[in-house]
């Protein structure tokens, strides 16, 4: 056997091409379905851990799947906003604790996510370094944004611009950094935490600028009444909030009338989420999610994928059989003097059928080996491959 | 020694598709002897050669190699009495391309699991390599040798089971008349040194003096019908 093992292995190492062709056409036939399947079972976890983790999510109506992935993943087209409103009515009526989400901007490109101090307790986020976001304008990164920015407390960040022809719109804010988050493994390691208030800034609602009541300089001022001064386009709006400057920083309006992309709730009770259900259930423009069965559903929509998928690998493993055969039959007419040389010298003709059913053996062994060897480094790396997609 | 004579008597086979029939009805080879097989192309020299070594089984007729009948044999028997007591040297040198020279010349060891293996053999490798100037080559694939150098190893495959029969199918019939001597005189000091019976099949006239008796097939043996 080691004598036909040592032929077999010969004649592999001196046809490398071939025996690389037929090895990675093995292995890529092996490792598809194993790869599609780990890839599957980890984003699978993935999501639905971080969906039962959130009881309710509260939003406009709309597409679910989109109010759930931005309200769990950031990720996804924005939905419709509500009103931060929504938020204390839901406080309020003291059934559950209301965690406001405002997820429309980006920072770098990665998404900004304005909310409570409520969030990073709920979540179980602590921060590696710094503080978490306590006053307006304090950012605090999670950690693969840190990593991959390379910033870190004390160094700033801008906001992307929304649009770059449109002369009206609200200029990038300056942040301040004032923590990172410590790694999680979760979607909250990929984004930008703020203050609610601070998201409002960055969406233009609310707005520093010069004092125009103390101002000596006329030359800013458009118009002065009695209890108001409007001021012209040479005002000074602050784009970053400094010690300085955060007292100038003011809103317009009433708060509970401002957009907030979702709410996270977490009821008290099952009393209390059922109450809750029911109210937004009669709701005309808001509508409460369990997150756990939206991405239940929409497992069921990766799965029918997977299925299709396996199907699919069927075809290819049948398309690789051929092709092993036909190389196989190539094979045997390009041997075909060899072999009947080893057959004059004395070799049986079973001995010559064991060299070629050795070398696909070889060759099935080193593709599952290797096969193997790729699905252990993706069952690996899966996590982390799992949040870069 | 074992008795090595080789014993023909109405030996028959034939091709029947292609017409061919050949048919000898007695014809012996004493021990020792180096005896060269001519006739024309197409005459069954090398079918003859390949009933002597087994390879075919004839249609009737008997092949004796001292006191075992060839044609008596099994499958199975028939190789591992090939491969032990017959050295063949093919005319296009049928070297295996993908071994080195020294893994070639030990080939039939590797190919049949009745010879046994062991450090001798590697050793009695070399030494025939080396007595073919093949020596400082044993680790080059056959296809970096020149014609010369490959029909060498041929022979060094050959000889390495230390046969009591060597089979030369025109082992020169590839090579220039300075390699041709070369190679003549190799093969016979080499059958000469281990007392072997040398048959070869060859259509140079030239050669047939070096031999000892000359077996003309044209006169006693194949005829193509068609």
Same mark, same amino acid.
């Given at each position: 056997?080691?004598?036909? +093992?040592?032929?077999?292995?010969?004649?592999?190492?001196?046809?490398?091409?071939?025996?690389?062709?037929?090895?990675?056409?093995?292995? =890529?036939?092996?490792?598809?379905?194993?790869?599609?399947?780990?890839?599957?079972?980890?984003?699978? /976890?993935?999501?639905?851990? /971080?969906?039962?983790?959130?009881?309710?999510?509260?939003?406009?109506?709309?597409? /679910?799947?989109?109010?759930?992935?931005?309200?769990?993943?950031?990720?996804?087209?924005?939905?419709? $906003?509500?009103?931060?409103?929504?938020?204390?009515?839901?406080?309020?009526?003291?059934?559950?604790?209301?965690?406001?989400?405002?997820?429309?901007?980006?920072?770098?490109?990665?998404?900004?996510?304005?909310?409570?101090?409520?969030?990073?307790?709920?979540?179980?986020?602590?921060?590696?370094?710094?503080? +978490?976001?306590?006053?307006?304008?304090?950012?605090?990164?999670?950690?693969?944004?840190?990593?991959?920015?390379?910033?870190?407390?004390?160094?700033?960040?801008?906001?992307?611009?929304?649009?770059?022809?449109?002369?009206?719109?609200?200029?990038? +804010?300056?942040?301040?950094?004032?923590? %990172?988050?410590?790694?999680?493994?979760?979607?909250?390691?990929?984004?930008?935490?703020?203050?609610?208030?601070?998201?409002?800034?960055?969406?233009?609602?609310?707005?520093?600028?010069?004092?125009?009541?103390?101002?000596?300089?006329?030359?800013?001022?458009?118009?002065?009444?009695?209890?108001?001064?409007?001021?012209?386009?040479?005002?000074?709006?602050?784009?970053?909030?400094?010690?300085?400057?955060?007292?100038?920083?003011?809103?317009?309006?009433?708060?509970?009338?401002?957009?907030?992309?979702?709410?996270?709730?977490?009821?008290?009770?099952?009393?209390?989420?059922? %109450?809750?259900?029911? /109210?937004? $259930?009669? $709701?005309?423009?808001?509508?409460?999610?369990?997150?756990?069965?939206?991405?239940?559903? +929409?497992?069921?929509?990766?799965?029918? =994928?997977?299925?299709?998928?396996?199907?699919?690998?069927?075809?290819?493993?049948?398309?690789?059989?051929?092709?092993?055969?036909?190389?196989?039959?190539? $094979?045997?007419?390009?041997?075909?003097?060899?072999?009947?040389?080893?057959?004059?010298?004395?070799?049986?003709?079973?001995?010559?059928?064991?060299?070629?059913?050795?070398?696909?053996?070889?060759?099935?062994?080193?593709?599952? =080996?290797?096969?193997?060897?790729?699905?252990?480094?993706?069952?690996?790396?899966?996590?982390?491959?799992?949040?870069?997609? | 020694?074992?008795?090595?004579?080789?014993?023909?008597?109405?030996?028959?086979?034939?091709?029947?598709?292609?017409?061919?029939?050949?048919?000898?009805?007695?014809?012996?080879?004493?021990?020792?002897?180096?005896?060269?097989?001519?006739?024309?192309?197409?005459?069954?020299?090398?079918?003859?050669?390949?009933?002597?070594?087994?390879?075919?089984?004839?249609?009737?007729?008997?092949?004796?190699?001292?006191?075992?009948?060839?044609?008596?044999?099994?499958?199975?028997?028939?190789?591992?009495?090939?491969?032990?007591? @017959?050295?063949? @040297?093919?005319?296009?040198?049928?070297?295996?391309?993908?071994?080195?020279?020294?893994?070639?010349? @030990?080939?039939?060891?590797?190919?049949?699991?009745?010879?046994?293996?062991?450090?001798?053999?590697?050793?009695?490798?070399?030494?025939?390599?080396?007595?073919?100037?093949?020596?400082?080559?044993?680790?080059?694939?056959?296809?970096?040798?020149?014609?010369?150098?490959?029909?060498?190893?041929?022979?060094?495959?050959?000889?390495?089971?230390?046969?009591?029969?060597?089979?030369?199918?025109?082992?020169?019939?590839?090579?220039?008349?300075?390699?041709?001597?070369?190679?003549?005189?190799?093969?016979?000091?080499?059958?000469?040194?281990?007392?072997?019976?040398?048959?070869?099949?060859?259509?140079?006239?030239?050669?047939?003096?070096?031999?000892?008796?000359?077996?003309?097939?044209?006169?006693?043996?194949?005829?193509?019908?068609?």
């Amino acid at each position: 056997m080691t004598r036909l +093992l040592l032929l077999t292995w010969r004649y592999m190492a001196f046809n490398k091409i071939k025996s690389s062709i037929l090895i990675v056409c093995l292995t =890529v036939t092996l490792f598809l379905p194993i790869a599609v399947h780990v890839m599957i079972g980890h984003y699978e /976890r993935d999501l639905t851990s /971080r969906a039962e983790s959130t009881p309710l999510i509260v939003g406009a109506k709309g597409n /679910r799947y989109d109010l759930v992935l931005k309200s769990l993943y950031f990720a996804a087209k924005n939905p419709e $906003s509500i009103t931060m409103g929504e938020a204390s009515a839901i406080a309020e009526s003291g059934r559950a604790m209301a965690i406001p989400l405002h997820i429309s901007f980006a920072a770098r490109g990665k998404p900004i996510v304005g909310t409570s101090l409520d969030y990073f307790e709920f979540r179980g986020l602590e921060v590696a370094a710094g503080t +978490l976001p306590l006053q307006l304008g304090d950012t605090v990164l999670g950690h693969e944004v840190a990593t991959e920015l390379n910033l870190g407390t004390g160094d700033v960040i801008l906001t992307d611009q929304t649009s770059l022809y449109n002369i009206g719109a609200v200029y990038p +804010l300056k942040m301040h950094i004032t923590g %990172v988050l410590a790694p999680s493994g979760t979607p909250d390691d990929h984004a930008v935490f703020v203050d609610i208030k601070t998201a409002w800034v960055v969406e233009g609602i609310g707005h520093g600028h010069t004092d125009l009541t103390k101002t000596e300089d006329a030359g800013i001022i458009l118009q002065k009444k009695e209890n108001e001064v409007v001021g012209n386009a040479a005002m000074e709006e602050y784009t970053e909030i400094t010690a300085d400057n955060i007292a100038s920083f003011h809103f317009h309006g009433d708060l509970s009338g401002f957009p907030v992309t979702s709410i996270l709730v977490i009821p008290n009770s099952e009393k209390s989420a059922t %109450v809750l259900k029911g /109210r937004y $259930s009669v $709701s005309p423009s808001e509508q409460m999610l369990v997150p756990a069965l939206i991405i239940e559903e +929409l497992m069921g929509i990766v799965f029918q =994928v997977e299925r299709f998928f396996n199907a699919s690998f069927v075809l290819i493993c049948l398309t690789t059989l051929l092709f092993v055969v036909l190389v196989v039959m190539l $094979s045997l007419r390009i041997r075909k003097r060899e072999m009947e040389t080893m057959f004059r010298i004395g070799c049986s003709r079973s001995t010559v059928f064991s060299l070629q059913i050795a070398e696909l053996g070889i060759v099935f062994l080193i593709s599952l =080996v290797a096969a193997a060897c790729l699905a252990g480094l993706l069952v690996w790396f899966a996590p982390q491959l799992v949040n870069v997609m | 020694m074992k008795s090595h004579a080789i014993e023909i008597s109405d030996l028959t086979f034939s091709y029947e598709a292609q017409g061919f029939e050949l048919n000898i009805p007695q014809l012996s080879i004493a021990e020792g002897k180096h005896v060269a097989i001519v006739g024309p192309s197409g005459c069954g020299k090398t079918t003859l050669a390949y009933l002597i070594s087994g390879i075919h089984v004839p249609s009737g007729g008997n092949v004796d190699i001292g006191r075992d009948s060839i044609t008596r044999m099994t499958d199975g028997q028939r190789r591992d009495f090939r491969i032990s007591n @017959i050295g063949f @040297i093919f005319q296009e040198f049928e070297l295996l391309e993908y071994l080195r020279v020294e893994e070639n010349i @030990i080939l039939p060891y590797l190919l049949n699991a009745s010879l046994e293996l062991d450090k001798a053999v590697y050793e009695r490798a070399r030494s025939l390599a080396e007595s073919v100037g093949l020596g400082d080559k044993l680790h080059r694939y056959s296809g970096e040798l020149s014609q010369g150098e490959k029909q060498r190893l041929a022979i060094c495959r050959a000889l390495i089971t230390d046969p009591c029969i060597i089979m030369a199918d025109e082992p020169t019939g590839n090579l220039d008349d300075g390699n041709t001597d070369t190679i003549m005189d190799l093969i016979r000091n080499q059958a000469r040194r281990s007392d072997a019976t040398f048959v070869m099949i060859t259509h140079e006239r030239h050669l047939l003096d070096r031999f000892d008796d000359v077996v003309d097939l044209a006169k006693n043996g194949g005829r193509n019908s068609g």
